[in-house]
Structure formats: C-alpha cells, structure tokens
C-alpha cells in the first residue's frame, strides 16, 4: 500500500488531454512540493515534473504539474503514442523522515 | 554530464547481504548539495525509496527497512554504496542509484531525483 494515492490506469487517444492525480496527506504533498516520473517500458525512471510544476530542460511543455492543498495532478496535453509509460508521483513525507511514492499510474494510448 | 552506474552481485542467497554500489561520473561527489539516493522497484511493481545518503555522511532511511539498511560514501572513489541485511525474495528487484537535489524552500522541502542509474538487478534466492 503506498503513502501516495493513484490512480493504476489512464488511458486516451492521440491529441488528448490527460490528467493523473496523486493523493497524500498533510505529511507529504500537504507540505512539500510534489514531483513527478516518467518511467517508459525497461528503462530506469525519468525526472518529468520537480517541485509542483516545474520542467526540466528537455521535457516538452506539453507536460504540466499543479498542486492543490494534499493533491497534486499531472496534466499530458497533446497526447502522443510516446508517452506510453508508468508515471509515479513522488514527496518528502515529514513524518515518515523519508521519500514517498504514489503506486504508479499506466498511461495507455489508445 | 552527471552519470550513475550501479554494480554488484545478481544473485545473493537467503539471510545474506546484499552490496551494491553506484559509481559517479562526470562530477565529484562531494560537490553541490546533493543526496545520493537508492529506490528499488520488484518486477511490475511500483518505485520504492530505499535511503539516501549526504554529502556530510549524514543518512536517511526507509522506516520499512531501518535497522537492515546501511548506506555509505567513498569520497576517494567517487561512489556510493548500499547494503542491505537479511534478504528475503522479497528484496529481489531492479535497484537504481539516483541523485537527489534536496533543500527546503519556502513552499517546503523540495526533493526530486534529477539523475538515474540504469538500473541492476538483484534475485536473492538459493
């Protein structure tokens, strides 16, 4: 059971929009700021998202954070077949003194 | 650029140690406010954070793990390093090695994993 709450599954067809929501307590996303991985099939994870909505250079803008209160969401503009892959949020948990992921969310296109 | 490169036995018996370690390259692992992070992740299960380690030695670990789990640095030869005790099936897994840029500003801690090994894999079975 992780501390993170998301959704297992997304899905969408090309040129969509998709969110992911990530859910947490006052612990975690309720006081630190939220991040976010991309993880394609066989490969090691990948920074998508830092500190709510920021993107590291590379990530296309079609890829966007928020966060509100104990949530936070992933928004996918533009869907495109390449962003296939398991998307994984993740915070800094106050009480546990350590980092926490959310389950991982599939993101199919359809 | 940055790289991380994980290394170590693939298999590991039952009730034994497992060691890993993460060579870095392209930078010194002193330099920069840095934590220098393990996450394992089962086949087709979700990220785990294991522990992370400072620049000043100092640690952090998973709550779920503690007291199994040791994490040094070898500032000489630019690594990192993880053992964890008593392995169980459970711990079999891909483990990476990441850099962790953590602070805290004003909208909280910030902690995200910029850089990723790619990964190795580890069976504890006999």
Same mark, same amino acid.
């Given at each position: *059971?992780?501390?993170?709450?998301?959704? %297992?599954?997304?899905?969408?067809? %090309?040129?969509?929009?998709?969110?992911?929501?990530?859910?947490?307590?006052?612990?975690?996303?309720?006081?630190?700021?939220?991040?976010?991985?991309? *993880?394609?099939?066989?490969?090691? %994870? @990948?920074?998508?998202?830092?500190?709510?909505? *920021?993107?590291?250079?590379?990530? %296309?803008?079609?890829?966007?954070?928020?966060?509100?209160?104990?949530?936070?969401?992933?928004?996918?503009?533009?869907? *495109?077949?390449?962003?296939?892959?398991?998307?994984?949020?993740?915070?800094?948990?106050?009480?546990?003194?350590?980092?926490?992921?959310?389950?991982?969310? @599939?993101?199919?296109?359809? | 650029?940055?790289?991380?490169?994980? !290394? &170590?036995? &693939?298999?590991? #018996?039952?009730?034994?140690?497992?060691?890993?370690?993460?060579?870095?390259?392209?930078? !010194?692992?002193?330099?920069?406010?840095?934590?220098?992070?393990?996450?394992?992740?089962?086949?087709? $299960?979700?990220?785990?954070?294991?522990?992370?380690?400072?620049?000043?030695?100092?640690?952090?670990?998973?709550?779920?793990? $503690?007291?199994?789990?040791?994490?040094?640095?070898?500032?000489? =030869?630019?690594?990192?390093?993880? #053992?964890?005790?008593?392995?169980?099936?459970?711990?079999?897994?891909?483990?990476?090695?990441?850099?962790?840029?953590?602070?805290?500003?004003?909208?909280?801690?910030?902690?995200?994993?910029?850089?990723?090994? =790619?990964?190795?894999?580890?069976?504890?079975?006999?």
């Amino acid at each position: *059971q992780s501390v993170l709450t998301q959704p %297992p599954s997304a899905s969408g067809t %090309p040129g969509q929009r998709v969110t992911i929501s990530c859910s947490g307590s006052s612990s975690n996303i309720g006081s630190n700021t939220v991040n976010w991985y991309q *993880q394609l099939p066989g490969t090691a %994870p @990948k920074l998508l998202i830092y500190s709510n909505n *920021q993107r590291p250079s590379g990530v %296309p803008d079609r890829f966007s954070g928020s966060k509100s209160g104990t949530s936070a969401s992933l928004a996918i503009s533009g869907l *495109q077949s390449e962003d296939e892959a398991d998307y994984y949020c993740a915070a800094w948990d106050d009480s546990l003194i350590s980092v926490v992921f959310g389950g991982g969310t @599939k993101l199919t296109v359809l | 650029q940055v790289q991380l490169q994980e !290394s &170590g036995p &693939g298999l590991v #018996k039952p009730s034994q140690t497992l060691s890993l370690t993460c060579t870095v390259s392209g930078g !010194s692992i002193s330099s920069g406010s840095y934590y220098w992070t393990w996450i394992r992740q089962p086949a087709g $299960k979700g990220l785990e954070w294991i522990g992370r380690i400072y620049t000043s030695g100092s640690t952090n670990y998973n709550p779920s793990l $503690k007291g199994r789990v040791t994490i040094s640095v070898d500032t000489s =030869k630019n690594q990192f390093s993880l #053992k964890l005790s008593s392995v169980t099936a459970a711990d079999t897994a891909v483990y990476y090695c990441a850099r962790d840029l953590g602070g805290i500003a004003a909208v909280g801690r910030v902690d995200y994993m910029d850089v990723w090994g =790619k990964g190795t894999t580890v069976t504890v079975s006999s």
